[in-house]
């Protein structure tokens, strides 16, 4: 027998961590649904078809494939060894692959929203705090198994919803106490660029380089433009684009300067400044930042894109979303813009562990242990649990008559606050001793008090 | 592009079944904690070797294996053809499949108690409510993809155990409002029927008869006997012991002749007698059943087994477990006996639609809907609407400035309790106009009253 193991990258969640977990999850499911979103859940395993090619070559490589069963009955036998031979040629078959694990949030809603579309109310919008797997290679902060936690709006142009999404992120980080920048730009800023440096079709060369700023510096992204094939009076514009510096105020005066009368970057302009002046956060751990190296890599945005740094933590984005133009082409349901968020909930978590800003009360674990102490004593010490479990009081008689010290490690380990000690004298008396384990204080009370004890 | 769609036997929740669904999840949860257990999560992926060989031939077929991914590498492609082979004469191979999603809930337990012994306060009090995964046929009720509940207490033979556990079906059931029968009885009971049938090699054999009493009846169940190898008497001794009815007084008297001087009996009965005379429910829906049909198949108990009926709805058993002498033998780890219990979530929803048992406050949709007229009264509309969920009312402003009937429509196709009209000239008189949609009274109230409205 060899000794058990997790696979790499996935974990075992301890009691502690769970409710501290829970204790985000819940936060945020709860700021969800002041502003109106609905819980949806899907299945772990898609059918493979829907998740191939949705998250490019790179991407679908990484997708957990699920061996259909039964391959060795004799009806299957054939047709699995030729699908075997498909996929040793890097290529799918259903008759050795039906199904996958999910990948991320947004293709299992595209899905569903494709296959429930007239049943549902539009502008639809939903949160899904689910698991998602992912065959990457793992490392510090990089599991195989990871939690989303999204937000999306579907149906609706109106920038409305950007103003709630920044307004949800606002409210949830007050919450979790931890202060953000939640930076914004828009795509159509960044098309409008492209236009300027010779062309739309700059646009994907532009946003590769840029967003490698943050790690690799202005210098290495103009060498990397360069590489790119554009010249040099380009460059100059990208390099005054990305110096753009001051208040939001001061940036977009900057801006506007740059893209003149480009249509593309009026319009995200317009968009910008809609956001600004009527998203009026009122949260004193959030303001928004506008910011024009923002870019979101190679997705599907098409306009506002936010991104979420924690103000004094040494982490990269703990959420980012924006708005795309279609969610649900794909599966054969044209015309359904949205606009979503995510939250990146292990960075939060450790953002939260760096910072010490989970509370105290996240813990609730047992808060009084009885002690054993004999079968007339125990027994008097389970109808007290239970009165006091009616309560609400988590409680426990510890299992057997063992001897003091077994039973106060088992109240250390399980860092339980109060134990009770219902000995033969106390039983007589119709009292029990109670002590707190923190402060070492320890008393004689009736059983009431007990029962109306303050834990 | 064909239509999406999902994978047979698994299941999209929609808001109203997530919202029923956690109702349950916190009922238990809440109850679980009560008694001193604590959460435990564990990854959807365990090394296959972790599960393969727990679940018995059967079992063993019906676990959805991970491809490894990168198969059609160069590095890889060999062992992977190789491995190919093995898995169609029907072995497992770490060179194909390294991994496989979780079946239960128990055996990841064991993997997690087995790799962190040192480390837990023992006795070891867990909950776990998590999917698993079987390739089962789907049909009515089964699925692919479902959520187990657990509850298990290892390192502790103490009867206490029992008790709590009997307590938490109780107290979980009386929360919930459905009234239950905890069935019980011995695995230890079955045992001593075997010894008195022709001995303890009989055990099997009457145990996989005695367990499809429910389905098929009495005169069946000799037949199967009969077929196995059990003579006249025997069968009749074992007829005599599936009729014993009555209260459970009546019940253990009627089993205490039938096993006379048997050790194991005697044994058994004593756990059951402790187990009754200690449980003392004071649920009023909650009565316990001495059962000594109850089996529980071909599984690991050796002592106290439960069964939950739930009274009054058309549906097979709603929870179930029992004592274990070894969790953690098969993980290198002897001697770590425990007791579970399980709760079956996926029937335990259908018995509370049946019986109509949902709170009506399960819903936490959202509460009202500012219907959105314009680009100031939207503007003031917000506001309202921001300080609303500041006091945790759940408010919506429709995201566009669209015709009365389709805001109406929408309010009605998410069932939210009222809508609040706020046009130019209650923007004036700053009033809005609140319509409770079921009962369709309307008023005219202040900004100030709406915010101290009770919703």
């Known amino acids: 027998m060899s000794k058990p193991s997790l696979p790499q990258g996935t974990r075992d969640f301890s009691a502690e961590v769970v409710r501290k977990r829970n204790y985000i999850f819940n936060t945020i499911r709860s700021i969800f649904e002041l502003y109106g979103f609905q819980p949806l859940e899907t299945p772990a395993m898609e059918n493979l078809e829907t998740l191939m090619g949705k998250y490019g070559e790179e991407g679908d490589k990484l997708i957990f494939k699920i061996l259909n069963n039964g391959l060795s009955d004799s009806k299957n036998i054939d047709k699995a060894k030729a699908a075997f031979e498909n996929v040793l040629l890097g290529k799918n078959d259903k008759n050795l692959t039906e199904r996958a694990l999910r990948y991320d949030l947004t293709i299992p809603f595209a899905r569903y929203v494709a296959m429930n579309y007239s049943l549902l109310p539009m502008p639809f919008k939903r949160y899904q705090i689910q698991p998602v797997w992912r065959a990457d290679r793992p490392q510090r902060g990089r599991y195989r198994e990871f939690y989303q936690c999204d937000a999306d709006v579907v ?69 990397e433009l360069q590489q790119r094939g554009l010249n040099a009076e380009q460059i100059s514009t990208i390099e005054q684009y990305l110096n753009i510096a001051g208040s939001n105020e001061e940036k977009i005066e900057a801006l506007s300067k740059l893209i003149g009368d480009n249509e593309t970057g009026k319009a995200g ?187």
């Not at 609706?156 to 950007?162: D, H």
């Not at 949260?283 to 740094?309: C, H, M």
């Open 155 to 223: 149906g609706s142009k109106s920038l409305l919803n950007e103003v709630e999404l920044t307004n949800i992120y606002a409210s949830a980080f007050e919450k979790l106490n931890i202060p953000v920048e939640i930076r914004i730009n828009s795509r159509k800023v960044l098309a409008a660029l492209a236009e300027i440096c010779g062309g739309a079709d700059k646009m994907l060369d532009i946003t590769i380089a840029i967003d490698k700023l943050d790690k690799i510096g202005i210098e290495k992204v103009k060498e």
């Open 269 to 455: 302009l317009n968009e910008i400044n809609y956001l600004l002046s009527n998203s009026r956060l009122t949260s004193a751990t959030s303001q928004i930042v506008t910011d024009f190296t923002l870019a979101r890599g190679l997705n599907y945005y098409t306009g506002i894109i936010f991104e979420i740094k924690a103000i004094g933590a040494n982490m990269g984005s703990i959420g980012g979303g924006g708005r795309y133009d279609d969610l649900t082409g794909l599966f054969g349901v044209p015309n359904v813009p949205g606009v979503g968020i995510s939250f990146g909930v292990d960075r939060i978590y450790d953002v939260m562990e760096e910072l010490n800003l989970f509370p105290s009360d996240v813990h609730t674990g047992t808060q009084v242990l009885f002690f054993n102490l004999g079968e007339a004593e125990s027994n008097a010490a389970f109808q007290l649990a239970q009165q006091l479990r009616s309560k609400g009081i988590r409680s426990e008689l510890f299992h057997e008559n063992s001897k003091f010290d077994k039973q106060f490690k088992y109240a250390e380990k399980k860092v339980i606050p109060y134990i009770v000690i219902l000995g033969s004298k106390e039983l007589e008396e119709k009292k029990v001793n109670i002590k707190n384990l923190s402060t070492g204080e320890q008393q004689t009370i009736s059983f009431d008090e007990l029962l109306n004890f303050g834990f």
